[in-house]
């Protein structure tokens, strides 16, 4: 070959390879341009628009032991036809929802309680007659889901969602005032043992933002403010008696909040009173809310709000000098996948660290099935069993359903192993079953002798599971976040549950000036460390010509035998103008009525509750939400072409420390799956948008596998 021909055929390769890199670099801009469309995508729904949610606003208002929220939802419907939206919102199953109300461009429908069939048909004929309704309830096997429905969005238009609530800030480790909101929701397994009648929990790709902005104020003065969960900015004035915290970052609702705050002289009382109208009356009114934290413990670090190890070593050294039967009873089901079941792993070491050396000790695995890990029953704690237990601890995986109700029973159906050792269960869970109810029912008729405490394991753990539990098995709980320290809280929540209470509390007053006290005082309470004791005055009209009044409080502490007396003033002078305190006490009244029919069928004495009033007619007379009632609401104006409605329900985002398997509603192998909801029935043509989402997020995958490959082709 001569030197043309070889130059000539080189000239040509190189035609052919420039040739080929044009096309390889068209291939990877195609590619690009695809991975963008898939990226917007995955955040509409199966009709190819934007989810309707934009936005959810937290406005708090921190009162020391007291906090008012308003949430904010912001919807816009970007289709050309109305739209009916679906949302269920996570909520503190002992908190007062007392307001919800729709804003439209020209017009706010104000809410109202009703009974729930009222209110569904309120709905559904104002839905039908073209106009646009709203709807907000209680699911009644799920406590801590608010399921929101907005019927008639129209077209082109932002619609707000407000909600009010106000619920007591507990208190955690003696130290500090410990404040949650939830984010998201774990999908519920749907148990063989009761059917699911609630709309099912879905997660998927969605993207609206979360803000939170808290104002806190107290007379005693703020020593400290924190978030254990998120990054925040915390704003000091007024002396430091007052604080506004708000996120660093642009956030997403896929972990929950947690803000701790402590004051001087946490275990001196507060009160608050507000001023307020009497129910269907102009009349003025007054309600004080009186809270204190006995002092049971000493504890020389009560100035600081996240204990460091010198606080945990005094813990461990109360507990060794304890005794008892100690079961943990440890979920780890499916749902318990990715950072969780690390987590729940982490929480069972720290509990068997933690065991005093003269104890009994078992630990019961449950999925769908339970697994005692000693067979013969409880084992004496030593070096050796500690350290086996720990080793088989780190060998258990994630599998299978959440059956929580076969490994309870089967712990309270077990006899004690001795009399003089008190047996204390301890459940880790993430809580996400069906059957609630049946489960606190069998405890509550159950228990004995036997306290039951509950550590909740996640954002998105059931809140109405965990604390209904605890409180049923008269024992305590806390939730741990994946960034929490999880030793703190076993042990503070092992310490909580085996601590003495104080018992013998009295409130007394003057009975000229006071209508009732809330709860009873004539009925005995028990308060234990860590706990907070709430009690609601509701004055007279007569106190309204007074510019005080005296009220005194006392208990016998179970240490030093003495009584400790608090002598309170209340002055007319420090009210708030709010009935948020007084429905809060209407609140109370109605959890117990729930709680005690779960238990025997009748009313507890521990609430007045005047004449045959039931609780359905309590909570639409005091317009305070319950399982029994739903706000509701219709407006006034038509929309046109309501009749070409479409359905969209909008999912939560997935919890951060959940596994990225899961995308939909779990539902265990042998549980028949729901029904859907007949008051919210999709559209049946319609795919799943997390199915749908799902599957863009597999092409994404790949186009960006292809994407790598070809890059490598042209570098080459």
Same mark, same amino acid.
């Given at each position: 070959?001569?030197?043309?021909?070889?130059?000539?055929?080189?000239?040509?390769?190189?035609?052919?390879?420039?040739?080929?890199?044009?096309?390889?670099?068209?291939?990877?801009?195609?590619?690009?341009?695809? &991975?963008?469309?898939?990226?917007?995508?995955?955040?509409?729904?199966?009709?190819?628009?934007?989810?309707?949610?934009?936005?959810?606003? =937290?406005?708090?208002?921190?009162?020391?032991?007291?906090?008012?929220?308003?949430?904010?939802?912001?919807?816009?419907?970007?289709?050309?036809?109305?739209?009916?939206?679906?949302?269920?919102?996570?909520?503190?199953?002992?908190?007062?929802?007392?307001?919800?109300?729709?804003?439209?461009?020209?017009?706010?429908?104000?809410?109202?309680?009703?009974?729930?069939?009222?209110?569904?048909?309120?709905?559904?004929?104002?839905?039908?007659?073209?106009?646009?309704?709203?709807?907000?309830?209680?699911?009644?096997?799920?406590?801590?889901?608010?399921?929101?429905?907005?019927?008639?969005?129209?077209?082109?238009?932002?619609?707000?969602?407000?909600?009010?609530?106000?619920?007591?800030?507990?208190?955690?480790?003696?130290?500090? =005032?410990?404040?949650?909101?939830?984010?998201? &929701?774990?999908?519920?397994?749907?148990?063989?043992?009761?059917?699911?009648?609630?709309?099912?929990?879905?997660?998927?790709?969605?993207?609206?933002?979360?803000?939170?902005?808290?104002?806190?104020?107290?007379?005693?003065?703020?020593?400290?403010?924190?978030?254990?969960?998120?990054?925040?900015?915390?704003?000091?004035?007024?002396?430091?008696?007052?604080?506004?915290?708000?996120?660093?970052?642009?956030?997403?609702?896929?972990?929950?909040?947690?803000?701790?705050?402590?004051?001087?002289?946490?275990?001196?009382?507060?009160?608050?009173?507000?001023?307020?109208?009497?129910?269907?009356?102009?009349?003025?009114?007054?309600?004080?809310?009186?809270?204190?934290?006995?002092?049971?413990?000493?504890?020389?670090?009560?100035?600081?709000?996240?204990?460091?190890?010198?606080?945990?070593?005094?813990?461990?050294?109360?507990?060794?000098?304890?005794?008892?039967?100690?079961?943990?009873?440890?979920?780890?089901?499916?749902?318990?996948?990715?950072?969780?079941?690390?987590?729940?792993?982490?929480?069972?070491?720290?509990?068997?660290?933690?065991?005093?050396?003269?104890?009994?000790?078992?630990?019961?695995?449950?999925?769908?099935?339970?697994?005692?890990?000693?067979?013969?029953?409880?084992?004496?704690?030593?070096?050796?069993?500690?350290?086996?237990?720990?080793?088989?601890?780190?060998?258990?995986?994630?599998?299978?359903?959440?059956?929580?109700?076969?490994?309870?029973?089967?712990?309270?159906?077990?006899?004690?192993?001795?009399?003089? =050792?008190?047996?204390?269960?301890?459940?880790?869970?993430?809580?996400?079953?069906?059957?609630?109810?049946?489960?606190?029912?069998?405890?509550?008729?159950?228990?004995?002798?036997?306290?039951?405490?509950?550590?909740?394991?996640?954002?998105?753990?059931?809140?109405?599971?965990?604390?209904?539990?605890?409180?049923?098995?008269?024992?305590?709980? =806390?939730?741990?976040?994946?960034?929490?320290?999880?030793?703190?809280?076993?042990?503070?929540?092992?310490?909580?549950?085996?601590?003495?209470?104080?018992?013998?509390?009295?409130?007394?007053?003057?009975?000229?000036?006071?209508?009732?006290?809330?709860?009873?005082?004539?009925?005995?309470?028990?308060?234990?460390?860590?706990?907070?004791?709430?009690?609601?005055?509701?004055?007279?009209?007569?106190?309204?010509?007074?510019?005080?009044?005296?009220?005194?409080?006392?208990?016998?502490?179970?240490?030093?035998?003495?009584?400790?007396?608090?002598?309170?003033?209340?002055?007319?002078?420090?009210?708030?103008?709010?009935?948020?305190?007084?429905?809060?006490?209407?609140?109370?009244?109605?959890?117990?009525?729930?709680?005690?029919?779960?238990?025997?069928?009748?009313?507890?004495?521990?609430?007045?509750?005047?004449?045959?009033?039931?609780?359905?007619? &309590?909570?639409?007379?005091?317009?305070?939400?319950?399982?029994?009632?739903?706000?509701?609401?219709?407006?006034?104006?038509?929309?046109?072409?309501?009749?070409?409605?479409?359905?969209?329900?909008?999912?939560?985002?997935?919890?951060?420390?959940?596994?990225?398997?899961?995308?939909?509603?779990?539902?265990?192998?042998?549980?028949?799956?729901?029904?859907?909801?007949?008051?919210?029935?999709?559209?049946?043509?319609?795919?799943?948008?997390?199915?749908?989402?799902?599957?863009?997020?597999?092409?994404?995958?790949?186009?960006?596998?292809?994407?790598?490959?070809?890059?490598?082709?042209?570098?080459?």
């Amino acid at each position: 070959m001569c030197i043309r021909d070889r130059v000539s055929t080189q000239s040509t390769w190189g035609i052919k390879m420039s040739f080929q890199k044009f096309h390889l670099a068209g291939l990877a801009l195609i590619c690009l341009f695809g &991975l963008t469309i898939a990226q917007e995508l995955c955040l509409v729904d199966s009709s190819g628009k934007k989810v309707p949610l934009r936005s959810i606003d =937290y406005n708090i208002s921190v009162y020391e032991t007291l906090a008012d929220i308003e949430i904010t939802q912001t919807y816009f419907n970007d289709r050309d036809v109305p739209i009916e939206t679906q949302y269920l919102l996570p909520v503190n199953p002992d908190a007062a929802f007392t307001r919800m109300e729709i804003l439209l461009p020209n017009e706010t429908i104000r809410m109202r309680v009703r009974g729930k069939a009222e209110a569904q048909k309120i709905y559904d004929e104002g839905k039908a007659n073209g106009k646009t309704v709203g709807m907000g309830s209680l699911q009644e096997s799920a406590l801590d889901i608010m399921t929101i429905k907005v019927g008639n969005i129209p077209p082109n238009t932002t619609v707000k969602v407000v909600i009010g609530y106000t619920e007591n800030v507990e208190v955690q480790e003696s130290l500090f =005032y410990n404040l949650i909101i939830s984010s998201t &929701l774990t999908p519920r397994y749907v148990s063989r043992l009761s059917p699911n009648t609630s709309a099912p929990i879905t997660t998927g790709n969605v993207d609206f933002t979360w803000n939170i902005i808290a104002t806190m104020y107290s007379s005693k003065g703020l020593e400290a403010v924190q978030s254990s969960t998120h990054d925040v900015n915390v704003d000091f004035s007024l002396g430091k008696k007052s604080a506004r915290v708000s996120f660093k970052n642009v956030e997403k609702p896929n972990r929950n909040f947690a803000l701790q705050f402590s004051t001087a002289d946490i275990h001196q009382p507060t009160v608050i009173l507000s001023e307020h109208t009497l129910f269907n009356s102009s009349e003025t009114a007054y309600t004080a809310m009186i809270s204190f934290m006995p002092e049971l413990v000493s504890n020389p670090y009560s100035s600081v709000i996240i204990s460091d190890d010198e606080v945990l070593t005094l813990r461990r050294r109360r507990l060794s000098t304890s005794r008892g039967e100690f079961i943990i009873v440890f979920d780890r089901s499916g749902s318990m996948n990715g950072r969780r079941i690390a987590k729940a792993k982490e929480s069972v070491v720290a509990f068997l660290n933690a065991l005093p050396s003269d104890s009994y000790f078992n630990i019961i695995i449950f999925d769908d099935k339970y697994e005692p890990y000693s067979q013969e029953g409880s084992i004496r704690t030593s070096p050796d069993s500690i350290r086996k237990a720990t080793d088989y601890i780190y060998t258990v995986m994630d599998r299978g359903g959440t059956e929580i109700y076969d490994p309870i029973k089967y712990v309270l159906d077990t006899k004690q192993v001795n009399s003089d =050792y008190p047996r204390y269960i301890f459940l880790m869970t993430d809580g996400d079953v069906s059957n609630t109810d049946q489960i606190l029912s069998f405890v509550s008729g159950n228990l004995g002798s036997t306290k039951i405490s509950a550590l909740g394991i996640g954002s998105g753990a059931s809140t109405y599971l965990v604390k209904s539990i605890a409180k049923v098995g008269k024992g305590f709980s =806390y939730f741990v976040t994946d960034k929490e320290d999880v030793s703190q809280k076993v042990v503070s929540l092992m310490l909580k549950t085996i601590s003495a209470s104080c018992e013998k509390i009295t409130v007394s007053y003057d009975k000229d000036l006071v209508a009732q006290a809330i709860p009873n005082p004539e009925v005995e309470q028990v308060v234990t460390v860590n706990e907070v004791y709430n009690t609601f005055i509701v004055f007279k009209p007569s106190f309204a010509q007074q510019k005080s009044a005296d009220v005194k409080v006392s208990y016998l502490h179970p240490q030093t035998k003495k009584q400790v007396t608090f002598n309170i003033i209340v002055e007319k002078s420090t009210s708030l103008r709010t009935d948020s305190i007084m429905k809060l006490g209407i609140h109370k009244i109605l959890k117990s009525i729930q709680e005690w029919k779960r238990s025997s069928g009748k009313i507890s004495k521990e609430f007045y509750v005047e004449g045959d009033i039931t609780s359905k007619d &309590l909570s639409v007379r005091y317009q305070v939400l319950n399982d029994e009632t739903a706000f509701v609401g219709v407006s006034d104006r038509t929309v046109q072409n309501a009749n070409n409605s479409q359905f969209i329900n909008v999912d939560n985002y997935e919890s951060i420390d959940y596994g990225a398997s899961n995308s939909t509603s779990i539902f265990s192998s042998s549980a028949p799956s729901p029904s859907p909801s007949p008051s919210a029935p999709s559209p049946p043509s319609a795919p799943p948008a997390s199915t749908f989402n799902t599957s863009i997020s597999i092409m994404l995958h790949i186009g960006y596998l292809t994407l790598l490959m070809l890059t490598f082709l042209l570098w080459q």
